[in-house]
């Protein structure tokens, strides 16, 4: 009988345990890339509620440096500099763009969980900033993400 209760606990266990990871999506990764004529600007990851935005993450971009910045990767065939800035368990509503200085501010589309993007920040031949999705596959097909 103890066997009987003792293998009915373990096969509890094992089932709990598969149930909980495949309900975890894996982490959120944003990987940005900035052109050179970009000004200084903070990218907030913004939550909706109460019928408020709430910033629960921001990443700085000053003297052409991420802060925080998790892990940069060049791409020797093009130069291309993608700068891993948030890496989470966590989704977010929306991403704004703002510059330093001026205060204009850019929403960008946020990340469900376990989204990995890459969005790259430009700025048009009239001065505004625009945020334009690229393709994740641009990182994947280089280096590993998980």
């Not at 909980?20 to 970009?38: E, F, I, R, T």
Request: charge should be positive.
């Amino acid at each position: 009988m103890q066997k009987i209760l003792f293998l009915s606990i373990i096969v509890l266990l094992f089932f709990s345990c598969k149930k909980a990871a495949n309900n975890h999506p894996g982490s959120s990764q944003l990987w940005v890339k900035v052109s050179d004529s970009v000004p200084d600007l903070n990218i907030n990851f913004n939550r909706k509620g109460f019928g408020t935005r709430k910033s629960d993450y921001s990443v700085s971009y000053l003297g052409k440096v991420f802060h925080p910045n998790l892990w940069t990767f060049t791409d020797v065939r093009n130069n291309d500099k993608w700068v891993l800035v948030y890496k989470s368990y966590e989704g977010t509503d929306d991403l704004s763009v703002q510059l330093v200085g001026n205060g204009n501010v850019y929403l960008a589309q946020g990340l469900v969980p376990g989204e990995k993007r890459g969005i790259e920040i430009k700025v048009n031949s009239g001065g505004s900033v625009y945020v334009e999705d690229k393709d994740i596959s641009i990182i994947t097909q280089i280096i590993n993400i998980e």
